[in-house]
């Protein structure tokens, strides 16, 4: 009753006046936001601003205390089947892969769409191996993470997360920890995957990937949406200091 | 950097290479090392060849002349040094074997709890573990026995649980269960969200404990029933039980959202019973129940049912095993399924259900089968023959005769005692408990560390990954964090392992008969100490080195799994 | 290069362990005879030299508030000092830690041994080095119970727990005291004798075993010894008795005739509250003077015609080791008897005549 409020027809993400705090202090401060389907949305702004916070209440790593969350339609609240099903549509790739170590790459990627969607090994692997020609390395299917490249690992981080057949991905700096010619072979990925209409909401410093691959973008301040809007308003004509600032800075 | 440095020097070239003096080094030193040993040798010999005490092992075959605390039948003080020997080995593999187990079991809990969210249970395993880790192990031991052990009741006052008597256990009670799980089950269902299901269900949990309440005050209570008793009830105190229960209704509504269903449920659940004990709705009937102690605890030991044994056990094992096998044939089926077809089955359950109907069906067929109709029993120093029954009733039956006649294949027995010691029963040695409990609290102090330490060695990254797939809480712990925690925690397990099996030895202050009390025994009765001294060395090293190589062979296992 | 700097330091410890080796091979004892007369270096030292322990009460017993030592070993070696010296506070008490063979005693560091624990027996005297005096105590292994627990005979110890010492001969002892008796038992065997009092009074066992005269010092030590029963009758035997180093005739000899000394006085009556009547007046000849307190007396206390000139001694040395100490009688019932705190009978510690085992060898 509360959700039909504020659900708009078509957006997959709502986010309505979320707050939250650690201890004493304010991370994120009213944030509201909708994200359309096949959007790409890139979140920017200064260190320590609250961008993976945020993108972390959206699948529940963090716990927002205030306003609503509203994921393709379920709410994100203290009932643990609602997180589950949020989580299961829900990619997330990390700054620092988070990839398994005791697990070959194969494993990695048929982990959760065997033990969470209960498919069979055989189509968990076919879809591993196509993925994993997707993202250009199916000949590092049997070896272990700690056996790639950065660039390999990220682009293995973001094949798992793509084998749940998510409805929407998020991003948190997924090139900040990789060597300067590693982060072409990632962003690639990246653009294609947005080509191919995926849901993505990305938090990076990459600002060509974003003015390139952007359908909007957010720009972070002390927990506030300071301004935001498309990739051309926002290089070229934003309008808050603090915007003007932060992108003379970068650029 | 200038010539002088590539001037020959006048020690000749060979003795300044490295390897050469390596080489030199090592036969020297393994020289050195077998001289000394030899030397020590021949001046011990020497010394007890002097005393008539050359060392040797005949001595093993001596009569050993000293009794062994609750020793096992095939010891008497008749029996040779070397048969005590080998008592003292079991009673060590005894406490060793259940220490090792015990101490992991309780160090894995206390190591979980010491990463806990909770405050309260964080610290106080800390404190456990901070307090245990830094006290000796003598120390501990010495209070586990003097203080604890010696301070039980003697044995005609033991403790005995449950306390001996008649038990009335409400008809009723059956019911609450089955409610409470109805409604349990029931509100899964209804997608009424979590706040009023607690509410729900904690309302009926109240309701109920205060009907109980409402019944003990009854029949127990004559100065409290004026609250709630059946028809005595003032109008003044029922004044007080509205308005409590009004406040506790209303005062629900000021406690923080997350607690308030349960709160308010269960004000409304309490002021219901109230009312239904009041107007005597619910009926006062139980069932009586004979209840005989089942555990003593006294100053001369412990003691709990025993299961036996009969001859028709074997038969019987032969359906449980039947059981198993179909058990591991369906695992292993429903395994392939389950990758096949990726649908989930519980095959665990599955597992333990055949074993379980396999057990069942088992112990009616082999119960079923005809006993003889009469058997022999000794009658006033004569074999007579009659029924089972009849015996039994005319106590004539010894303990061979139930297990040789005794239709079930198991027989479960309490504990009997006579004066002064237990005719039935397993029995444990107060000196047993004490040494066990020593080594695994103290062990368990130092695994749960490393147990904290192996888990908190898995980056939290792993887990935030885990979840973020939509893995569960379980999933998460077995498939990622403890198989990388693993590597970490086993080889200072191993340590620990180690440890506790050498710490065993301490048993000899504590009185329990282990390796090195009896064989401290032996050594002074046959004037032998140098060859016991051996032997205890010897059957210490064995077992660590078995230890240590179980910890490598698991340690190997997990290092390959890995990488 | 980490291994060649390493086995330089090796050897050094080597080196340095070497000498402690050989040294530690040299604490296995050897007897070494003094020369010379023991009597004349004792003399010449001005004090007699004694091992004494110090934790046993009424045998040797440092009072831990007043800092006095008294038991009837430190009395004996008082009653030897007096024979030599006549001076009962002419002694150097020195502390013994129970060590089979006593090694300070070999090495002539002590002139006598006054000490619980050790026991004649064959292997010791065989070894040689050492001798032993006449028994001062009889003891041997008794049983203690509650009072209130019904065992009084060896039948009611059926089926019961006993608490015994970890690696004493009390085991084998009590074992076939059990087994020829047909009885079964459960034996406790405790590390320390501490430990072993501790698991009794708790309960854990119904019975402990140890010396009689132990028992009856720790039965005494309890809040209330009537609740606790030490049998008086011992089941087996010990005789606790001086040591000295074996060959000095004439040292052995004052040692074991004063022993006897205090054992005959305390037979013919004559106690350090009488001796001055048993002594010869001004004028008295002999006739008159043994006539008045017989010869036996006069051979203990008297100048002329006492025997301690044969020892070496003062031939009336007897006169004054009785009057300092008392005799045998007096020395028990001080520290063991009816005068201690812990009345032990004296059973078989009475005299022959009473149906003991004490008695003295012929004064001739
Ligand atoms: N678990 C935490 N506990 C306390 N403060 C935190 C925690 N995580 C982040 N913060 C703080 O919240 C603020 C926002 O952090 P973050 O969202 O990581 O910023 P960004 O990703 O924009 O750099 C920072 O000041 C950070 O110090
Ligand atoms: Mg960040």
């Known amino acids: 009753m ?38 790409v949305v890139v979140i920017i702004g200064p260190s320590g601003s609250g961008k993976s916070t945020f993108i972390r209440c959206i699948n529940r790593l963090e716990e927002h205390q205030e306003g609503q969350i509203v994921v ?44 969470v969607r209960h498919w069979s090994r055989e189509k968990a692997e076919t879809k591993a191996m196509e993925l994993l020609n997707r993202v250009g390395i199916p000949e590092q299917a049997n070896k272990y993470p700690g056996q790639l490249s950065g660039g390999q690992q990220q682009r293995v981080a973001i094949a798992r997360a793509l ?77 808050h200091p603090r915007t003007k600032l932060f992108l003379s800075q970068i650029l | 950097m200038s010539a002088t440095q590539h001037q020959p020097s006048s020690i000749p070239s060979f003795l300044r290479d490295v390897r050469f003096l390596q080489v030199i080094g090592q036969i020297v030193f393994a020289i050195l090392v077998v001289f000394v040993v030899s030397r020590i040798m021949t001046d011990v010999f ?15 075959q001596n009569r050993a002349g000293f009794d062994i605390s609750n020793s096992p039948s095939w010891y008497t003080s008749n029996s040779s040094y070397g048969t005590a020997f080998q008592v003292g080995l079991v009673n060590t593999l005894r406490v060793v074997s259940v220490g090792l187990v015990l101490s992991t079991l309780l160090g894995i809990l206390i190591g979980v709890f010491l990463l806990s969210r909770n405050w309260l249970v964080r610290t106080i395993s800390r404190v456990y573990v901070e307090l245990l880790r830094n006290t000796p192990l003598l120390l501990q031991l010495f209070v586990w026995y003097f203080i604890v052990m010696l301070s039980l009741p003697i044995f005609r006052e033991a403790y005995t649980f449950p306390p001996e008597g008649v038990a009335h256990i409400p008809i009723r009670i059956a019911f609450y269960g089955i409610l409470i799980l109805v409604i349990w089950w029931r509100t899964r269902r209804w997608e009424i969200g979590s706040f009023r299901r607690n509410a729900i269900i904690s309302g009926v949990a109240a309701m109920l404990v205060m009907i109980e309440i409402g019944f003990w005050l009854y029949n127990n209570q004559p100065s409290w029933q004026s609250v709630y008793a059946n028809g005595d009830m003032t ?10 229960s009004a406040v506790l209704i209303v005062g629900a509504w000021f406690v923080p959202i997350q607690w308030r269903g349960l709160t308010l449920g269960s004000s409304i659940g309490q002021a219901i019973g109230g009312l239904l004990v009041y107007f005597g709705i619910i009926p006062n009937s139980a069932f009586r129940i004979e209840i005989y102690p089942a555990f003593y605890a006294s100053i001369r030991g412990f003691a709990f049912p025993e299961l036996l044994t009969t001859a028709r056990f074997a038969e019987w094992m032969a359906f449980v095993g039947l059981g198993i096998v179909l058990a591991i044939a369906q695992w292993v089926y429903f395994g392939r399924i389950t990758e096949t077809t990726g649908k989930p089955i519980p095959r665990g359950w599955y597992a333990l259900l055949a074993v379980v109907i396999f057990a069942i069906v088992g112990w009616v067929v082999v119960g079923s089968e005809p006993a003889p109709v009469s058997i022999p029993v000794l009658q006033e120093d004569q074999t007579v023959y009659m029924p089972l029954e009849e015996a039994r009733a ?65 980056p939290y990254g792993q887990l935030e990954a885990a979840r973020a797939m939509g893995l569960t809480n379980s999933q998460t712990l077995r498939l990622i964090i403890l198989p990388q925690a693993l590597r970490v925690i086993i080889p200072p397990l191993g340590n620990q392992y180690l440890n506790l099996s050498k710490n065993s030895s301490l048993a000899i202050a504590i009185a329990y008969a282990d390796l090195f009390l009896i064989t401290t025994t032996i050594m002074n009765q046959s004037g032998q100490s140098v060859t016991g001294m051996v032997m205890v060395m010897l059957t210490y090293l064995i077992i660590s080195l078995i230890i240590a190589a179980g910890s490598n062979w698991i340690n190997r296992r997990f290092q390959l799994v890995t990488r | 290069m980490l291994k060649l700097k390493r086995t330089p330091f090796l050897l050094i410890l080597l080196v340095l362990i070497w000498p402690s080796l050989t040294f530690a091979q040299q604490l296995i004892p050897t007897p070494t005879p003094v020369p ?49 010296f006549g001076d009962a506070t002419a002694i150097d008490l020195r502390l013994q830690t129970v060590d089979t063979p006593p090694t300070a005693l070999l090495s002539g560091q002590l002139d006598v041994l006054f000490i619980q624990h050790t026991a004649q027996n064959l292997t010791q005297d065989a070894q040689g080095g050492l001798d032993f005096g006449p028994p001062i105590f009889y003891d041997g292994q008794s049983i203690m119970v509650r009072t209130d627990s019904g065992i009084e005979a060896w039948e009611d110890l059926d089926e019961q727990t006993i608490c015994a010492l970890t690696g004493s001969d009390d085991l084998s002892n009590l074992d076939s005291a059990m087994s020829q008796r047909g009885l079964n038992y459960d034996l406790l065997s405790l590390d320390t004798p501490a430990a072993m009092q501790e698991a009794f009074l708790a309960g854990r066992c119904n019975a402990q075993t140890l010396s009689r005269s132990l028992l009856e010092i720790r039965r005494h030590s309890t809040d209330d010894p009537s609740s606790y029963v030490v049998w008086s009758e011992p089941f087996t035997r010990v005789a606790i008795a001086p040591v000295y180093r074996y060959g000095d005739q004439q040292w052995s000899s004052i040692v074991d005739w004063t022993i006897w000394g205090l054992i005959y006085a305390e037979e013919l009556g004559v106690s350090s509250e009488n001796i001055d009547e048993f002594l010869r007046l001004e004028d008295e000849t002999d006739e008159i003077y043994t006539t008045r307190v017989g010869l ?24 004054e080791v009785i009057r300092q100490n008392g005799n045998y009688g007096e020395i028990y019932d001080r520290s063991l008897g009816a005068a201690s705190t812990l009345p032990i009978e004296r059973s078989l510690n009475a005299l022959w005549s009473d149906g003991g085992l004490i008695f003295s060898p012929l004064w001739r």
């Open chain 2, 46 to 60: 020497a010394a007890l060849q002097k005393n008539n005490l050359t060392p040797n092992l005949a001595f093993l």
């Open chain 3, 36 to 84: 010379g007369s023991m009597l004349d270096t004792v003399l010449t030292r001005g004090q007699l030299i004694c091992g004494i322990n110090q934790e046993i009460f009424g045998f040797g017993f440092l009072n831990p508030n007043t800092g006095s030592i008294s038991g009837i070993n430190i009395d004996f070696c008082r009653a030897v000092a007096t024979a030599i």
């Open chain 2, 235 to 244: 109008s003044s105190s029922f004044l007080l039980y509205a308005v409590i």
């Open chain 1, 72 to 115: 393709d339609g379920m709410e994100m609240g203290h009932d643990v089947s609602n997180i589950a099903a949020i989580r299961r549509e829900i990619g997330m790739v990390f700054q620092q892969f988070n990839l398994f170590p005791h697990l070959t790459v194969l494993q990695n990627i048929t982990l959760a769409p065997m033990r």
């Open chain 1, 163 to 239: 084998a749940m057949e998510p409805k929407i991905m998020l991003f948190d700096e997924p090139t900040s920890a990789l060597d300067p010619e590693m982060i072409k072979e990632v962003l690639d990925v990246m653009k294609e995957l947005a080509q191919s209409g995926m849901t993505m909401l990305v938090v990076t410093h990459e600002m060509g990937f974003a003015r390139e691959v952007a359908d909007r973008v957010l720009f972070f301040d002390q927990g506030r949406i300071v301004e935001q809007g498309t990739p051309d308003y926002f290089f070229e004509s934003a309008q």
């Open chain 3, 296 to 319: 036996p007396i006069a051979r203990l206390v008297d100048p002329f015609l006492g025997l301690g000139g044969q020892l070496g001694l003062a031939n009336d040395f007897m006169a």
């Open chain 1, 2 to 39: 509360v959700n039909a409020n504020i659900q708009n027809e078509e957006a997959i993400i709502v986010c309505k006046n979320v707050c939250k705090w650690f201890g004493e202090f304010q991370v994120l401060r009213d944030v509201s936001v909708e994200v359309q389907p096949q959007e």
């Open chain 2, 394 to 458: 005319g106590n004539l039956l010894t303990i061979q005769d139930e297990l040789q006649y005794n239709p079930s294949p198991l027989i479960f027995r309490l504990p009997e005692r006579t004066n002064f010691k237990f005719i039935v029963g397993t029995e444990i040695q107060p000196e047993y408990m004490a040494l066990l409990l020593g080594l695994v609290v103290y062990t368990s102090a130092f695994i749960a560390e490393i147990v904290r330490a192996g888990i908190q060695a898995v």
